[in-house]
């Protein structure tokens, strides 16, 4: 193998992904969702919904179905969809009503077929409704979002905590067993003084953010609650702020913890408050979980902040069972290597399965910390999220992947979501049906501004035969879906994909001869992420699971590119992506690298060191990072930045590695996936690999 190899490595072209991305981006400006594969999760168009729901919010593995179960189990490809549903970069249609299926409760869309008399037939259970439909708009889209009614909401009640109070507590007036419903959206933090490092360095930058307009705009109550043994928190009195202090035995908080987010000056009170304490005492797991329970309960959705480090055993499964509108997000300091890791330590799941985010810190470095807190604060977010997804004839679900526990299969609820969220469905077929299929995902959620609403997702997808199947897949859609799949199940990426060609060869291109390679066009590209996948050092789970699918193909295959490509171009859309290999690095030049989470910039050895020193300085954490000023490299390097973030609507840490200086340049030399990488063979000799398995099979 090794022989052949050598002599034939310089006759083989390996796929170029980055090529294929940048081809793919400049095709055509539009796109018309009744041509369906549709552009790569990487690529902007602007999209004109012609039957079929927005690519933007749904993406299907393959676009024409097989005609039966056996087709589909031979070929070996996963039949996913894999839902955005609060994706920014689509439009929904606004309708005043629903009209429903009396049979199956699926919605009127696009897809129904209207009869003479007005009655209709239902595309997903193809079953006859006698009474008229009501809204004859709705017809007409295939993407729509209408409100609901508001649900009756009672006074929440709480038990009393008894006549046991100090003083203080008694004349709190905190301790009632009624109080008013919250109808918007609270956001909470959440303050561990046992993490004393981690506490003090938020605390500025949570005030920043609350005078931030678009935090204002999202969450107009904030409170804040200091974890101390007990809990203490703070309440507005005669216009001065008051400290309220509770025993961990009665913890009882209400909506009178609650500022107006745009109230800065009782704001910095409690941060300077805050700021003063020095008393450390062990939270007590009974206090945290009440809190949270108090919240969910007195507000129509919440999002919590929590800063702390302690490991601590929490039944998230039950806390989780009564609390289905609130997000909890962990800021802890990573303590794998000091503390021995307990298996009861169970913080990281309730937040994982409250749809949160985990954001772990080295000691006493932060740098992370203001843009990870404004990835969750200054984000448009959806609460309460309830699926249900319906699909004709032949097809059915056999999984549902998501940050949940509630992921079965005739409902999935989710206590949050932004626009990068997905939610993933795992379909089968049985038996044999040529007919069309269709699919509707129905989602009620409760929006940023308190209303209940409910969008509705659908799709068409014809069936044919196994040339027809391959010739309209989504590489990067399987990619994903492989992915989340594996996470679950440990499966093999690389046998999965294996199969896929043995399968394409011996149906639709058995005349090649057995010494010629040969890949389906519509998913060539996929050797070049699935060799990745296995270069990766570390893989975060939890992350990968709310990873939609460009971020998932980013997260294995980098864009790269050049400092100077960009300055020529000015917009990244037109700026060629580098392939990823030492030798697209020119000693000479700047590199940004972005793999959706954080932005490398990479500077060779031969870069001008006066150059470098305009660029870059040393922060007070010690760290380089990129200088603010008007002069032309800063504005473009800044520029850069910002249009990442922009794109993944979120701020990214940026390290600065200097070839030879910097302790962070193996971290992106690992990027360079496809050279050989931990002993593992390089892209060419990959694809050569992978050959000689399919000839096998």
Same mark, same amino acid.
């Given at each position: 193998?090794?022989?052949f190899?050598?002599?034939? %490595?310089?006759?083989?072209?390996?796929?170029?992904?980055?090529?294929?991305?940048y081809?793919?981006?400049?095709?055509?400006?539009?796109?018309?969702?009744?041509?369906?594969p549709?552009?790569? &999760?990487t690529?902007?168009?602007?999209?004109?919904?012609?039957?079929?729901?927005?690519?933007?919010?749904m993406?299907?593995?393959?676009?024409?179905?097989?005609?039966?179960?056996?087709?589909?189990?031979?070929?070996?490809?996963?039949?996913?969809?894999?839902?955005?549903?609060f994706?920014?970069?689509?439009?929904?249609?606004l309708?005043?009503e629903?009209?429903?299926c009396?049979?199956c409760r699926?919605?009127?869309?696009?897809?129904t077929?209207?009869?003479?008399?007005?009655?209709?037939?239902?595309?997903i259970c193809?079953?006859?409704?006698?009474?008229?439909?009501?809204?004859k708009?709705?017809?007409? /889209? &295939?993407?729509?979002?209408a409100?609901?009614?508001m649900?009756?909401?009672e006074?929440?009640?709480?038990k009393?905590?008894?006549?046991?109070?100090?003083?203080e507590?008694?004349?709190?007036?905190?301790?009632?067993?009624?109080?008013n419903?919250?109808?918007?959206?609270?956001?909470?933090f959440?303050?561990?003084?046992?993490?004393?490092n981690?506490?003090?360095?938020?605390?500025?930058?949570?005030?920043?953010?609350? %005078?931030?307009?678009?935090?204002?705009?999202?969450?107009?109550?904030?409170g804040?609650?200091?974890?101390?043994?007990?809990?203490?928190?703070?309440?507005?009195?005669?216009?001065?702020?008051?400290?309220?202090?509770?025993?961990?035995?009665?913890?009882?908080?209400?909506p009178?913890?609650?500022?107006?987010?745009?109230?800065?000056?009782?704001?910095?009170?409690?941060?300077?408050?805050?700021?003063?304490?020095?008393?450390?005492?062990?939270m007590?797991c009974?206090?945290?979980?009440d809190?949270?329970?108090h919240?969910?309960?007195?507000?129509?959705?919440?999002?919590?902040?929590?800063? *702390?480090?302690?490991?601590?055993y929490i039944?998230?499964?039950d806390?989780?069972?009564?609390?289905?509108?609130?997000?909890?997000?962990?800021?802890?300091i990573?303590?794998?290597?000091?503390?021995p890791?307990?298996?009861?330590?169970?913080?990281?799941? $309730?937040s994982?399965?409250? &749809?949160?985010?985990?954001f772990?810190y080295?000691?006493?470095n932060?740098?992370?910390?203001?843009?990870?807190?404004?990835?969750?604060?200054l984000?448009?977010?959806? !609460?309460?999220?309830?699926?249900?997804?319906k699909?004709s004839?032949?097809? /059915?679900?056999?999984?549902v992947?998501?940050s949940?526990?509630?992921?079965?299969?005739?409902?999935?609820?989710?206590?949050?979501?932004?626009?990068?969220?997905?939610?993933?469905?795992?379909?089968?077929?049985?038996g044999?049906?040529?007919?069309t299929?269709?699919?509707?995902?129905?989602?009620?959620?409760?929006?940023y501004?308190?209303? %209940?609403?409910?969008?509705?997702?659908?799709?068409?997808?014809?069936?044919?035969?196994?040339?027809?199947?391959?010739?309209?897949?989504?590489?990067?859609?399987?990619?994903a879906?492989?992915v989340?799949r594996h996470?679950?199940?440990? *499966?093999?990426?690389?046998k999965?994909l294996?199969?896929?060609?043995?399968y394409?060869?011996?149906?639709?291109?058995?005349?090649?001869?057995?010494s010629? !390679?040969?890949?389906?066009?519509?998913?060539?590209?996929?050797?070049?992420?699935?060799?990745a996948?296995?270069?990766?050092?570390?893989?975060?789970?939890?992350?990968?699971?709310?990873?939609?699918?460009e971020?998932?193909?980013?997260?294995?295959?980098? %864009?790269?590119?050049?400092?100077?490509?960009?300055?020529?171009?000015?917009?990244?859309?037109?700026?060629?992506? $580098?392939?990823?290999?030492?030798?697209?690095?020119?000693?000479?030049?700047?590199?940004?690298?972005?793999?959706?989470?954080?932005?490398?910039?990479?500077?060779?050895?031969?870069?001008?060191?006066?150059?470098?020193r305009?660029?870059?300085?040393t922060?007070?954490n010690?760290?380089l990072?990129?200088?603010?000023?008007?002069?032309?490299?800063?504005?473009?390097?800044?520029?850069?930045?910002?249009?990442?973030?922009t794109?993944?609507?979120?701020?990214?840490?940026v390290?600065?590695?200097?070839?030879?200086d910097?302790?962070?340049?193996?971290?992106?030399?690992?990027?360079?996936?496809?050279?050989?990488?931990n002993?593992?063979?390089?892209?060419?000799?990959?694809i050569?690999?992978?050959? /000689?398995?399919v000839?096998?099979?």
């Amino acid at each position: 193998m090794e022989s052949f190899q050598s002599k034939n %490595r310089k006759q083989i072209k390996a796929p170029d992904l980055p090529e294929e991305i940048y081809n793919d981006q400049n095709k055509t400006i539009g796109y018309s969702t009744s041509n369906p594969p549709p552009f790569l &999760s990487t690529t902007e168009r602007i999209v004109s919904e012609a039957k079929n729901s927005d690519p933007n919010f749904m993406r299907s593995t393959m676009y024409t179905f097989p005609t039966s179960e056996y087709t589909l189990e031979a070929c070996g490809l996963p039949l996913s969809l894999i839902f955005t549903p609060f994706n920014d970069k689509g439009v929904f249609n606004l309708i005043s009503e629903l009209d429903y299926c009396k049979f199956c409760r699926s919605c009127v869309n696009c897809f129904t077929a209207i009869n003479n008399n007005g009655s209709f037939t239902c595309n997903i259970c193809q079953k006859l409704n006698d009474s008229p439909i009501k809204n004859k708009e709705n017809i007409h /889209f &295939s993407s729509l979002e209408a409100l609901l009614p508001m649900p009756l909401t009672e006074s929440p009640k709480f038990k009393n905590p008894g006549q046991n109070n100090s003083a203080e507590e008694a004349s709190s007036e905190l301790f009632y067993p009624q109080v008013n419903f919250v109808n918007k959206p609270v956001f909470i933090f959440m303050f561990d003084m046992m993490s004393p490092n981690l506490v003090a360095s938020s605390l500025e930058i949570i005030e920043n953010l609350t %005078r931030d307009k678009n935090f204002q705009f999202l969450y107009e109550k904030v409170g804040f609650l200091v974890m101390n043994g007990g809990i203490m928190t703070f309440c507005c009195s005669n216009g001065h702020v008051k400290k309220i202090r509770m025993p961990c035995e009665v913890p009882f908080i209400s909506p009178r913890i609650l500022f107006d987010s745009s109230d800065s000056h009782s704001i910095s009170q409690i941060i300077d408050e805050i700021k003063k304490f020095k008393e450390r005492k062990t939270m007590e797991c009974n206090v945290f979980v009440d809190c949270v329970r108090h919240i969910s309960a007195f507000s129509v959705a919440s999002k919590i902040a929590v800063f *702390s480090s302690q490991p601590l055993y929490i039944n998230y499964e039950d806390v989780l069972s009564d609390v289905k509108n609130s997000c909890i997000n962990l800021f802890k300091i990573d303590q794998a290597d000091i503390l021995p890791k307990k298996p009861n330590n169970t913080f990281d799941e $309730l937040s994982f399965y409250s &749809s949160g985010s985990v954001f772990k810190y080295s000691q006493n470095n932060f740098a992370r910390l203001n843009a990870d807190i404004e990835s969750i604060a200054l984000v448009k977010a959806a !609460f309460n999220v309830d699926f249900v997804l319906k699909a004709s004839n032949n097809v /059915f679900k056999n999984h549902v992947i998501g940050s949940t526990l509630y992921d079965n299969l005739t409902f999935s609820h989710f206590n949050h979501m932004t626009g990068n969220i997905p939610v993933t469905f795992g379909l089968g077929i049985s038996g044999i049906c040529k007919a069309t299929k269709y699919v509707q995902l129905q989602i009620k959620f409760t929006d940023y501004d308190g209303t %209940r609403k409910m969008r509705l997702l659908n799709h068409s997808f014809p069936t044919g035969l196994p040339s027809q199947v391959f010739s309209n897949l989504s590489f990067d859609t399987i990619f994903a879906a492989l992915v989340k799949r594996h996470i679950f199940d440990e *499966s093999d990426l690389e046998k999965a994909l294996t199969s896929f060609l043995v399968y394409y060869r011996s149906k639709c291109s058995n005349n090649t001869s057995n010494s010629q !390679f040969v890949l389906p066009e519509s998913i060539k590209c996929l050797p070049a992420l699935i060799q990745a996948f296995y270069k990766k050092n570390a893989i975060e789970k939890s992350k990968l699971v709310n990873f939609n699918v460009e971020q998932n193909l980013r997260y294995f295959y980098p %864009r790269l590119f050049s400092l100077s490509e960009y300055a020529l171009k000015s917009k990244l859309l037109e700026t060629r992506q $580098l392939r990823l290999s030492v030798n697209s690095l020119n000693e000479e030049d700047i590199y940004i690298l972005e793999n959706s989470q954080t932005i490398f910039i990479y500077v060779p050895r031969s870069v001008d060191r006066e150059f470098v020193r305009k660029l870059f300085k040393t922060d007070s954490n010690g760290r380089l990072c990129v200088i603010k000023s008007e002069d032309e490299e800063n504005v473009i390097l800044n520029n850069i930045i910002e249009e990442i973030n922009t794109h993944y609507n979120m701020g990214m840490n940026v390290e600065v590695c200097i070839a030879g200086d910097s302790l962070n340049e193996p971290d992106f030399l690992m990027f360079m996936c496809e050279d050989s990488l931990n002993s593992l063979p390089d892209y060419v000799d990959y694809i050569f690999k992978l050959h /000689f398995k399919v000839q096998k099979g």
